[in-house]
């Protein structure tokens, strides 16, 4: 594996790369563009092969593209959400791909756009949207949901064992004047949690992330695309999905082990009559992780956990 700079790349930059077998002359779609982190790796090795870049971003399209257009014709990137590659990709007249690759983090860029409103680090309007073109933002989660719609998704998406004190304060905040900003959402979180408790990280980590996710249905969608991008596959293609979050990696684990194992007779069945038939194999049976050097590093990659699947 080459040595990776990780400050400047895509998390398990290296790790996914060997892990897609890339050939030359192969088919690859990157669905999370980003930066454009992996598919530049990707273009790299490909001779007569073709790239396609999916982000749903306008402006990862915009930064991706001119980092992407030294490979010329090898290139195409899609403004689409990842559940609609199958549909983008037969609309271009490709209809089997040899990898497939998924980052689900939140990209350094999305994080460090000051006025995206992702990061409780900068004072912005509360958007946090991924595709500037839906009409929900992280404002109408905050100042529209319920009391108990808000405890679910912090609980459920955040982890936070302070989901139900959160909430009681957004909601209590929100009745004095409408929450409009990243810094008003901290002052509100940070009010919410006993102040011996919040030595470990930013108060307000866990309720941002469970926002966001909320905010762009990161969940739903991962979980209703899956089965559609393993169809994409080639015989022997991979995809490999990289989760941040516990929930992102069960529902990828779930999906690969269905895949696997599709049968759903009853164990006491001498053989098989569902004629469910095994689509291929989880080639990690244990996700792979980021490197000490990686941890080091990039601290961003701490919760980064890569899970493969290789089509029969």
Known sequence: MEEINFTHYSVLLGETIEEL?????GIYVDGTLGGGGHSFQIGKR????????IDQDEAAISAASKRLSVYGDNVTVIRNNYCNAKAALRELGVDKVDGIVLDLGVSSYQLDTEDRGFSYRFDAPLDMRMD???????????????????FRIIKEYGEDQFAKNIAKHIVMNRQKKPI???????????????AKMRQNGHPSKQTFQAIRIECNRELEVLRDSLDDLIDLLNPGGRLCIITFHSLEDRIVKAAFKKNENPCICPPEFPVCVCG??????????????PSEKELEENSRSKSAKLRVFEKK
């Not at 077998?21 to 002359?25: L, N, R, T, V």
């Not at 500037?132 to 808000?150: F, M, P, W």
């Not at 469910?276 to 992780?289: A, C, E, N």
């Open 276 to 289: 469910k038939q095994s689509l291929g194999s989880v080639v990690t049976r244990k996700p792979i992780l």
């Open 180 to 194: 409009e900003t990243t810094f008003e959402l901290n002052e509100i979180i940070k009010a919410a949690i006993p």
């Open 132 to 150: 500037t073109r839906q009409s929900l933002t992280a404002r109408d989660i905050v100042n529209d949901y319920s009391e108990k719609e808000l």
């Open 46 to 53: 490909l001779t007569t092969g073709h790239l396609y870049g």
């Open 21 to 25: 077998k890339i050939k030359p002359d």
